[in-house]
């Protein structure tokens, strides 16, 4: 099934540049198996989403259409064929 992952402008350059990516992954595949196929494309992407450990890092948002991630399973959350998923890191200032 295919994915769209939409990028901001925050994490374009990991990405060589790019708005969103799409990955295709199996069918029944959650959220954790998107972010492993966007790593296996753009490894420096990953080290800004995820932590040594895996985990989500605490100050990215991910949503998958609608639905913030950590309200639906968090990496365990299901991803349908055609789905949006948005990063959002959050960005700090003033």
């Not at 990028?7 to 029944?28: F, K, N, Q, W, Y």
């Not at 895996?54 to 991803?79: H, I, K, M, S, Y």
Request: charged letters at 30%; aromatic letters at 2%; proline letters at 3%.
């Amino acid at each position: 099934m295919r994915v769209t992952v939409h990028l901001t402008s925050v994490l374009r350059a990991d990405a060589e540049g790019a708005t969103h990516v799409r990955v295709e992954v199996e069918d029944g595949t959650a959220l954790r198996g998107v972010l492993d196929a966007l790593a296996a494309l753009h490894p420096g992407l990953d080290r800004r989403i995820r932590d040594e450990q895996g985990a989500l890092r605490r100050f990215v948002n991910v949503f998958v259409d609608q639905d913030e991630c950590r309200t639906v399973g968090g990496l365990d959350a299901p991803v349908r064929d055609g789905a949006d998923v948005r990063l959002l890191p959050s960005v700090a200032g003033g």
